[in-house]
């Protein structure tokens, strides 16, 4: 797995994210979060913004995982779908890159529950840029 994906910032440990699989060759990654009650909005489900965090997260990981280690890349646009609510406890997403040149990736994901049923999709835009240590 890339170095990159080792590292837990303060946000991914926030969302609980553990990094499950990932394809350097294919930019594809699988993400596991958990949704803590704390997410939870009046309605007792997770708050849109953290479902949208944990696609933002997914996304960029899918980038990161083709990346060297002088690389890195930034969300530029995020475009979320919320299609199901989601209750706390583990969600699972699947990212998968489906444009990269040398500046820029396009990114889709979904975001699933326990039960497999797709909570949430995403499509992402990252600005590929050098790594700045």
Do not use: C, W
Not at 63 to 83: C, F, G, I, N, W
Request: aromatic share 4%; no cysteine.
């Amino acid at each position: 797995m890339s170095d990159h994906l080792n590292q837990i910032p303060p946000a991914a440990a926030l969302l609980g994210r553990e990094v499950v699989a990932a394809d350097k060759d294919t930019g594809e990654v699988r993400v596991r979060f958990l949704a803590k009650h704390e997410f939870t909005n009046r309605h007792g489900t997770v708050q849109g913004g953290f479902l949208a965090a944990m696609l933002d997260a997914a996304t960029g990981n899918a980038v990161m995982a083709m990346l060297p280690p002088e690389q890195t890349a930034v969300h530029t646009r995020l475009d979320t779908s919320y299609l199901k609510p989601a209750r706390p406890g583990p969600l699972t997403a699947v990212a998968r890159v489906r444009e990269r040149d040398a500046r820029s990736a396009k990114v889709e994901a979904e975001l699933r529950d326990d039960s497999g049923t797709v909570v949430a999709t995403a499509r992402a835009e990252l600005r590929i840029l050098p790594r700045v240590r």
